[in-house]
């Protein structure tokens, strides 16, 4: 069997039908970490658990080797006193039900503590960390470096134990000296840093640091020089496009 076009074929026809919120569903790697893929929007996908498992089973059958440890884990690997699934339909049932055993106050993040908040325009908030999302649109992440204090502000909002942060220009906590080359593939360019392509082409802080780390490598036509674009999954149209450019 060609496993490499089920896998293609299978990944194409899940990218159209990506789960969504508030169903159960999990990340994967559409060309592995373990073989050059980044962590870059057009190589993640959402997927069923279910599929989830059958996508690493096909690259486990493509490429054998160190690709059957994903497949092992599922399976419940060596864990002592743990039966291992067995099937797609097993390791769906088990990651759902594991998932909402960890939801909520049984999550091992979740804080009881009573957390205040004031924003850069006055408001004040109180309240548990487990509400960042659906009262602040503060993601887990972001929350948990605010309340550590590997940040000094999210989305506006900071401590109100602290001083109110002044995070314009290089005092934002994403701003870096390095600099950097980046190119559009409609042509233009911009040389300098990370905050200062973001400022100058109303590109997000947040895309602009994953451009220049190159976790991402392209947002929106934009990529680091001598960065090659992505051949696969709903990025892939910018390769396209710089190539129709380059044939005019």
């Not at 299978?10 to 789960?19: E, M, N, V, W």
């Not at 990651?95 to 993040?109: C, D, I, L, N, T």
């Not at 960390?129 to 602040?136: D, V």
């Amino acid at each position: 069997m060609n496993y490499a076009r089920v896998y293609a074929e299978f990944i194409s026809d899940r990218i159209d039908k990506q789960p969504e919120k508030p169903a159960y569903v999990e990340r994967h790697h559409i060309v592995p970490k373990s073989i050059g893929g980044g962590n870059g929007k057009s190589n993640i996908i959402r997927l069923t658990p279910e599929d989830h498992f059958f996508a690493h089973l096909l690259l486990a059958k493509m490429y054998g080797g160190r690709m059957w440890a994903p497949i092992a884990f599922m399976l419940g690997g060596n864990r002592k006193d743990y039966k291992p699934t067995v099937s797609r339909s097993h390791y769906g049932w088990a990651s759902r039900a594991m998932a909402k055993a960890m939801s909520g106050s049984g999550a091992h993040q979740f804080d009881w503590a009573i957390h205040e908040l004031r924003h850069k325009d006055g408001r004040v908030w109180s309240g548990r960390q487990s509400e960042f999302p659906s009262s602040l649109s503060i993601s887990k992440s972001l929350g948990n470096m605010l309340l550590k204090g590997r940040i000094k502000s999210a989305k506006g909002w900071y401590l109100s134990a602290n001083e109110k942060p002044d995070i314009s220009g290089s005092n934002h906590h994403m701003h870096r000296k390095e600099i950097h080359h980046f190119i559009n593939v409609d042509g233009r360019e911009f040389i300098g840093t990370q905050f200062d392509f973001s400022e100058a082409n109303s590109v997000s802080r947040p895309a602009a640091s994953l451009l220049a780390r190159g976790k991402v490598k392209v947002w929106n036509g934009w990529h680091l020089k001598g960065a090659s674009l992505p051949l696969m999954g709903r990025s892939s149209r910018w390769a396209k496009f710089q190539q129709e450019r380059s044939e005019i």
